[in-house]
Each structure stands twice: as structure tokens, then as C-alpha cells.
């Protein structure tokens, strides 16, 4: 059983990892229970502190990665209806992938420069908008990246501490 749970656990961390960039897929949480799973096995002891702090990291990151494309569109001068149009955008590109991953870019670019565009900004203040919508995505996948490739250390070093308990067939 342990290393069935082991197995769906690294499947779960490359999950994770894909989920960085594909957004149908949650990278962070997805990753956590591939960590959990290692917890549940026998050969792992119990650490609760571990588990806590990364599901707290992870799903801290899930909600940024829907607040930072707005907090980007404010930053480089966009108003009220740029994060609103930047939120619609992200939510169409989830709802409705047209443009498949290339949507998730798209959309809430588009959206931040539509939002602009009807608060009557003119379309060098709506671009800039835009693109810190743009910066906003880039900036919360990368902070998906590094916390799943950060879980996947923890998992990997995790396995590799226990390897006698979880693989006591090689000893």
C-alpha cells in the first residue's frame, strides 16, 4: 500500500508542477495532497506542523494567483473597471478555454484593456493596463512554479529519508 500511495503522490507533484502553468488544474493544493499521500504512508511518520504550514502555503498561493493579475492592473495605472475587466477576462479563460492555454494570457489582457477602454482611459493608459495585467498572470505563475517545484523537493527528500521503510525489499 505504501508504495501505491508513493506512486499517486509523484503523480500528484508532476500534476502539481503541469498545474503551474495549465489553469484547469490547481498546482499548489493538487501538490499538497501529493505530499499528504506520503504522510499517509506507514513508513513516514506523522508531521502535522509540515502538512499544515504547506496546505496553508498552498492554498495562500491559489487565491493570489486570482488577486495578482487585478493588484497588476492597479499598479501600472489601471482603474476599478481594468480589474474588473481583468477578473472577467480570467474567469472567461477558465470558463470558456477558445484560445486554450494561450487564453489564460489573453482573456485577462483583453478584459483589462476592454474594462479601460469603457472607463473612457485612452489606449496608451488602457495598454499599460493591460500589461500589468499581463505582468500580474506571469508574476502569480511563477509563484505557483516554485512552490510545486518546492513541494516536490519536500517530497523527494521526505522519500528518500524513509527509502528502508517505504522500500524494504532493496535492503
Keep these: 500500500m505504501d508504495i501505491t500511495l508513493l506512486l499517486l503522490g509523484f503523480i500528484l507533484m508532476l500534476i502539481g508542477i503541469l498545474g503551474s502553468f495549465l489553469p484547469v ?3 499548489p493544493p493538487v501538490s499538497w495532497v501529493g505530499l499528504l ?3 499517509l504512508t506507514k513508513a513516514v511518520p506523522d508531521d502535522w506542523w509540515v502538512l499544515g504550514i504547506t496546505l496553508v502555503i498552498a492554498l ?10 487585478a493588484v497588476g492592473t492597479k499598479k501600472f495605472g489601471g482603474s476599478r473597471a ?4 481583468t477578473t472577467v477576462g480570467l474567469l472567461v479563460a477558465l470558463l470558456f478555454p477558445i484560445l486554450g492555454i494561450f487564453g489564460i494570457v489573453v482573456w485577462p489582457f483583453v478584459g483589462a484593456l ?3 477602454l469603457i472607463n473612457k482611459a485612452d489606449n496608451a493608459t488602457a495598454l499599460k493596463a493591460a500589461f500589468g495585467s499581463f505582468i500580474g498572470f506571469l508574476t ?4 505557483k ?6 513541494y516536490m523537493g519536500l517530497f523527494i527528500s ?13 535492503d
Design 60 to 69: 495562500a498561493v491559489f487565491a493570489l494567483d486570482y488577486i495578482i493579475p
Design 25 to 27: 488544474l490547481p498546482g
Design 158 to 170: 521526505t522519500a528518500w529519508d524513509y527509502k528502508g521503510a517505504l522500500f524494504p525489499f532493496f
Design 37 to 39: 499521500l506520503l504522510y
Design 114 to 116: 476592454v474594462g479601460e
Design 140 to 143: 502569480g505563475t511563477f509563484l
Design 82 to 85: 481594468g480589474m474588473i475587466g
Design 145 to 150: 512554479f516554485v512552490v510545486t517545484v518546492v
